[in-house]
């Protein structure tokens, strides 16, 4: 593969905003409840395996499906199942949810041990027994990812480039745990026959650059590379541009132009797992935002509720006004602080007046600014129009599904218009139009 770099078309550039990235990174308390909803990643909800009052141990399935497009969910704490229940989860996806009151001793189940990963079958076997999804935001099954079938990748990228403003918790993973992700992305090469990766990390984070340049340094497989700032290059598919040049087709994956993707933080846990076979029970996140008074990042076990850590951050309600699960521009709003962490959240802000700073939304003035920051390519103003006038069969002919919810369009645009939230709306009527016409 020749690399190339290329600049993103479209995209922004947003003020950095890292304050978060020169303080290690804490661990959280064991909450007095966790509550561990069985869709945590893009496809197949799992089905519940455990029953009330069952007593479960750190580790333990509680919930998987024979769906390819799926991946098991563990539980993150010893202690009873009090209840099982349905919910909906912040980002709108039905799911049944299984709460657990810790016993506080964090008993790991006793069967966990190193998986076996001889040969390649095992290894991407023991990929989905890790339970791991997409740590980045995405959420997409690791297993389904990285079982390329007969295709041999050219490389495989690690996404290091976390651009959203306040989103640190990649950054802290490589400057805590940086000779770790390297040993993953060795295995990785090793068990998928790649003979090339490159690790792509923003300018804007020099020392994460140094460090993972000096631990590559004996390994000629492994290239770090430096990409200008610009955002959204954290997205596969302009990642993928930016590196190589080429463009992965409409509803295409990277395979289909010889690479894999994987965020940096997987790595890390894939690494981790196949050295303990602890799967994916805990993750980091950051917390950031003027509501909160010890902002930084902190290891959680999943199912957390956000007003555990909003109260472990020393939170303040009367100045918090809204809670984003992710950075300010792709972020989703959490409707209640009884939201779980899952495997997909990266970040949570606690927002105030001043940094919601809302401007109510006036006519489109048909300026052209989010034509030209679309970096898909999409033509924002009038899927607009289409999505707020209901048109599916518009939307689809402006391949709103391409749009990948980047909100680059909406900050550029000097109406405030609200674009995403409009497109996700669009893509959602569009789905459920095909669902009935067959
Ligand atoms: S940037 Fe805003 S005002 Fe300008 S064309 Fe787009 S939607 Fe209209
Ligand atoms: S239309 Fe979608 S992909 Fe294009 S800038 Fe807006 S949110 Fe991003």
Same mark, same amino acid.
């Given at each position: 593969?020749?690399?190339?770099?290329?600049?993103?078309?479209?995209?922004?550039?947003?003020?950095?905003?890292?304050?978060?990235?020169?303080?290690?990174?804490?661990?959280?308390?064991?909450?007095?409840?966790?509550?561990?909803?069985?869709?945590?990643?893009?496809?197949?909800?799992?089905?519940?395996?455990?029953?009330?009052?069952?007593?479960?141990?750190?580790?333990?399935?509680?919930?998987?499906?024979?769906?390819?497009?799926?991946?098991?969910?563990?539980?993150?704490?010893?202690?009873?199942?009090?209840?099982?229940?349905?919910?909906?989860?912040y980002?709108?996806?039905?799911?049944?949810?299984?709460?657990?009151?810790?016993?506080?001793?964090?008993?790991?189940?006793?069967?966990?041990?190193?998986?076996?990963?001889?040969?390649?079958?095992?290894?991407?076997?023991?990929?989905?027994?890790?339970?791991?999804?997409?740590?980045?935001?995405?959420?997409?099954?690791?297993?389904?990812?990285?079982?390329?079938?007969?295709?041999?990748?050219?490389?495989?990228?690690?996404?290091?480039?976390?651009?959203?403003?306040?989103?640190?918790?990649?950054?802290?993973?490589?400057?805590?745990?940086?000779?770790?992700?390297?040993?993953?992305?060795?295995?990785?090469?090793?068990?998928?026959?790649?003979?090339?990766?490159?690790?792509?990390?923003?300018?804007?984070?020099?020392?994460?650059?140094?460090?993972?340049?000096?631990?590559?340094?004996?390994?000629?497989?492994?290239?770090?590379?430096?990409?200008?700032?610009?955002?959204?290059?954290?997205?596969?598919?302009?990642?993928?541009?930016?590196?190589?040049?080429?463009?992965?087709?409409?509803?295409?994956?990277?395979?289909?132009?010889?690479?894999?993707?994987?965020?940096?933080?997987?790595?890390?846990?894939?690494?981790?797992?196949?050295?303990?076979?602890?799967?994916?029970?805990?993750?980091?996140v950051?917390v950031?935002?003027?509501?909160?008074?010890?902002?930084?990042?902190?290891?959680?076990?999943?199912?957390t509720y956000i007003k555990d850590i909003f109260e472990?951050?020393?939170g303040?309600?009367?100045?918090?006004?809204?809670v984003?699960c992710?950075?300010?521009?792709?972020?989703?709003?959490a409707?209640s602080y009884e939201t779980p962490v899952?495997?997909?959240n990266?970040?949570f802000?606690f927002?105030?007046? %001043?940094? /919601?700073?809302?401007?109510?939304?006036?006519? $489109? #003035?048909? !300026? +052209?600014? @989010?034509?030209?920051? &679309? *970096?898909?390519?999409?033509?924002?103003?009038?899927?607009?129009?289409?999505?707020?006038?209901?048109?599916? %069969?518009? /939307?689809?002919?402006?391949?709103?599904?391409? $749009? #990948?919810? !980047? +909100?680059? @369009?909406?900050?550029? &645009? *000097?109406?405030?218009?609200?674009?995403?939230?409009?497109?996700?709306?669009?893509?959602?009527?569009?789905?459920?139009?095909?669902?009935?016409?067959?």
């Amino acid at each position: 593969m020749t690399r190339k770099f290329k600049n993103i078309k479209g995209g922004v550039t947003l003020p950095h905003k890292k304050g978060t990235s020169e303080i290690s990174t804490k661990i959280l308390p064991i909450p007095k409840l966790v509550e561990i909803p069985m869709q945590q990643h893009i496809g197949a909800c799992c089905e519940v395996l455990v029953n009330k009052g069952d007593y479960v141990y750190v580790g333990q399935v509680l919930g998987d499906t024979a769906k390819f497009v799926s991946a098991p969910i563990h539980s993150s704490v010893s202690g009873k199942v009090i209840q099982i229940k349905d919910i909906i989860l912040y980002n709108g996806s039905k799911s049944v949810s299984i709460i657990i009151e810790p016993d506080g001793k964090q008993t790991v189940l006793p069967d966990i041990s190193k998986p076996d990963i001889s040969t390649k079958e095992n290894f991407l076997k023991a990929v989905r027994s890790s339970g791991l999804t997409g740590l980045g935001g995405a959420g997409f099954p690791a297993h389904v990812k990285l079982d390329t079938k007969d295709r041999i990748p050219e490389a495989l990228i690690i996404n290091a480039v976390e651009c959203e403003p306040y989103i640190t918790c990649d950054y802290r993973a490589i400057i805590e745990e940086g000779r770790e992700i390297v040993k993953g992305i060795e295995l990785i090469l090793d068990k998928l026959s790649i003979s090339k990766s490159y690790i792509a990390v923003e300018d804007n984070k020099p020392a994460a650059f140094t460090l993972l340049k000096e631990l590559t340094k004996d390994e000629p497989r492994i290239e770090t590379v430096m990409l200008s700032t610009k955002y959204p290059q954290g997205a596969e598919k302009m990642l993928i541009y930016a590196l190589t040049g080429r463009e992965v087709p409409m509803n295409g994956l990277p395979i289909d132009v010889g690479v894999v993707v994987m965020n940096v933080t997987s790595v890390l846990a894939l690494f981790k797992y196949c050295q303990t076979g602890m799967p994916l029970v805990s993750r980091r996140v950051t917390v950031e935002g003027d509501g909160v008074a010890d902002k930084g990042n902190y290891q959680v076990v999943l199912g957390t509720y956000i007003k555990d850590i909003f109260e472990y951050c020393k939170g303040d309600n009367q100045k918090t006004l809204k809670v984003l699960c992710g950075g300010p521009m792709m972020g989703i709003t959490a409707e209640s602080y009884e939201t779980p962490v899952i495997k997909q959240n990266n970040a949570f802000l606690f927002m105030t007046q %001043e940094d /919601l700073d809302f401007i109510e939304e006036t006519a $489109c #003035i048909r !300026c +052209g600014r @989010c034509i030209d920051a &679309c *970096p898909m390519g999409l033509m924002p103003l009038t899927l607009n129009k289409y999505a707020l006038a209901k048109m599916t %069969e518009e /939307l689809e002919k402006y391949h709103i599904m391409n $749009c #990948i919810e !980047c +909100g680059a @369009c909406s900050y550029v &645009c *000097p109406a405030k218009r609200h674009l995403v939230q409009s497109f996700r709306v669009g893509k959602d009527l569009l789905k459920k139009a095909k669902v009935k016409n067959g």
